[in-house]
């Protein structure tokens, strides 16, 4: 089983970014997928979730500025993120919610 995160960077407050995640080693099609997050001392939080039939939760801070979508032909999950704001900062990760392994993770940091 793999997660490979990418698409992190350094943004101003207010910025976009996409992240990217594909998966190796599960059946894709039948997993639900999500985007957690971990600040700098803080506990690793669920940010997003896509059910298999593209059912989507979102954390309540990200609600309408966050979009997670799937390609499940190319055995990815995305993370839109817009209007991003500094306590967006820390590194974030993808994984199936059936397995709960995790990649190496992408960092996201917003300044003000």
């Known amino acids: 089983v793999q997660f490979v995160e990418s698409g992190g960077g350094l943004v101003q407050s207010g910025g976009s970014l996409r992240l990217s995640c594909r998966a190796s080693g599960i059946v894709f099609r039948l997993s639900t997928m999500a985007w957690y997050r971990q600040g700098l001392g803080n506990q690793r939080e669920m940010v997003a979730s896509i059910s298999s039939v593209g059912g989507t939760n979102y954390l309540d801070s990200v609600k309408g500025r966050f979009i997670i979508s799937r390609d499940n032909a190319g055995k990815a999950v995305y993370l839109q993120m817009n209007s991003l704001k500094p306590e967006d900062t820390a590194v974030y990760y993808c994984?199936?919610?059936?397995?709960?392994?995790w990649g190496q993770g992408t960092q996201v940091t917003v300044s003000s």
């Open positions: 994984t199936a919610l059936e397995i709960m392994s």
